[in-house]
């Protein structure tokens, strides 16, 4: 299990949060190097690597925030955009994502 939480610099406020699984067994080492040793971002390493992958999407809508990482304990209950899809290699799924974005209320614009 592999958690990724996308924070702003200055703000600190929290724009993405992702746990996702990955079937390390199913991944060619120079993966597994970029996952462990770069910590970036699946999309980039897997880009990076030319590996052919596809993404499949398997659900997507709203959901309320639950037993989220203590880093954002503070974000627990909050309504969240979500999507979930599997990447996909040589015919088996190797990783399944799942994206929360909150909805940030406070700094979305009004419209009077």
């Given amino acids: 299990m592999r958690q990724v939480l996308l924070r702003g610099k200055w703000s600190y406020t929290c724009y993405a949060y992702a746990p996702s699984l990955i079937f390390l067994d199913r991944l060619p080492q120079f993966i597994k190097e970029g996952l462990e040793v770069e910590g970036g ?5 897997l880009y990076g690597s030319r590996w052919e992958t596809h993404r ?11 037993n989220v990482p203590d880093t954002i304990h503070d974000m627990d209950g909050v309504e969240a955009l979500s999507r979930t899809y599997r990447i996909i290699a040589g ?3 190797i990783m399944l994502i799942n994206e929360k974005f909150p909805i940030q209320k406070d700094v979305m614009p009004s419209h009077h």
Avoid at 41 to 45: A, E, K, L, N
Avoid at 56 to 66: A, F, I, P, R, V
């Fill in 56 to 66: 499949e999407l398997l659900w997507w809508g709203k959901e309320t925030l639950k």
């Fill in 41 to 45: 971002g699946i999309g980039r390493i």
């Fill in 91 to 93: 015919g088996k799924p």
